[in-house]
């Protein structure tokens, strides 16, 4: 559902560097995670699988694109997408290509895969779904606007934004659209969105360029409630424990309350917030492009701990340890509840 959530977990500040590696390169989204490996694309083209218990390279492989996405997962498959316009297959353990499908059109959008099926949007306005064996269609469909975003998968359904303020949802299994809502700014202009949908299960959350955040219901596509950000905003939301928490490019995160759009909350920086933020346990970390992170209690937005890297989105988290993507650098933290021995 694309929750950008781990409320479940519960790490304390990041504590210890375990270990750090430097990437000559950026990430702008961060990375993956299976039994002990990260994956990561790197904006030049490339993408790594790295050892999550020493920070060590062990394989890499080169695109022809630039690359603004984070890689999925599914079972021995990686899958990558590129400005080349491609979307790629790779065996995790050792890189060897898989398939390839070619688009028309640069291809931005994180993956996801269920049961066996990709879900990819491109910039030629289309939601692919492709099997994750051999790279074949399943459906494809048109949403007649440029997608910059990553589907998420809510139930029986495939949910996706496009820069024509487009929120559409699809059947998974064949493509055909359950409903589909155009949001407008004001009497003669359309919406535009870059911020990927994310959900709690009942409703869908996403968020305009203009900073308008629409939240609607998962099942008919009803808007329940807007809120203006005041700013230009290009985060996708993050969603846990019935708030919604999203930043702008006026530097400032704001909570609101996911049934009713109410502001609980906001924290205003010295920067600005380009990337979405990560919820873990009791805590909320966010990024500016001036170089700076920091996580805030979900509970006050009060400012708990900071650190002087970063740039994009922080980076994930797994039950035992933090892996942030800061600017150029990969850095493993044990978490301040983290067990010694973990």
């Not at 479940?8 to 430097?22: A, C, F, M, Q, S």
């Not at 359309?190 to 959900?199: G, I």
């Not at 809120?227 to 530097?251: C, E, I, K, M, W």
């Not at 740039?311 to 933090?322: D, E, L, M, Q, V």
Request: some cysteine; aromatic content about 10%; charged content about 20%.
């Amino acid at each position: 559902m694309r929750t950008l959530a781990r409320p479940d977990v519960n790490l304390g500040r990041p504590g210890k560097i375990l270990w750090t590696r430097g990437l000559h390169d950026l990430m702008e989204y961060p990375p993956s995670y299976c039994y002990g490996y990260l994956y990561v694309n790197l904006e030049r083209g490339r993408t790594l699988a790295i050892d999550a218990q020493t920070g060590k390279i062990i394989w890499a492989r080169k695109a022809a694109g630039l690359m603004a996405s984070t890689p999925a997962i599914a079972g021995p498959r990686l899958f990558v997408t590129s400005y080349d316009g491609t979307v790629t297959a790779y065996r995790r353990s050792d890189g060897r290509l898989l398939w390839q499908l070619e688009t028309s059109a640069p291809v931005e959008s994180s993956p996801v895969v269920v049961r066996g099926i990709v879900y990819v949007g491109g910039h030629d306005g289309k939601l692919y779904a492709l099997r994750a064996r051999s790279g074949r269609p399943l459906w494809v469909y048109d949403t007649g606007g440029r997608i910059n975003s990553s589907p998420s998968v809510i139930g029986g359904r495939v949910c996706i934004t496009n820069y024509n303020g487009l929120i559409v949802c699809v059947r998974r299994g064949n493509g055909h659209r359950v409903w589909a809502v155009q949001v407008r700014r004001d009497y003669l202009r359309y919406e535009s969105f870059y911020a990927s949908p994310s959900s709690d299960g009942r409703r869908i959350f996403t968020v305009a360029r203009t900073g308008k955040v629409v939240a609607l219901s998962a099942a008919s596509g009803r808007i329940l409630w807007t809120y203006n950000l005041g700013a230009l905003t290009y985060a996708t939301p993050a969603v846990a424990s019935g708030r919604v928490f999203v930043g702008n490019l006026a530097g400032s995160l704001s909570a609101l309350r996911a049934t009713t759009g109410a502001l609980l909350w906001r924290v205003s920086v010295s920067g600005r917030i380009l990337a979405h933020s990560l919820v873990v346990g009791n805590l909320v970390f966010f990024s500016t492009l001036e170089g700076d992170t920091y996580a805030a209690r979900t509970s006050d937005g009060k400012i708990v701990w900071h650190m002087g890297m970063g740039k994009f989105s922080p980076g994930i988290a797994t039950n035992r340890r933090y892996f942030f993507s800061l600017n150029g650098r990969l850095i493993a933290f044990q978490g301040r509840f983290t067990k010694p021995h973990s």
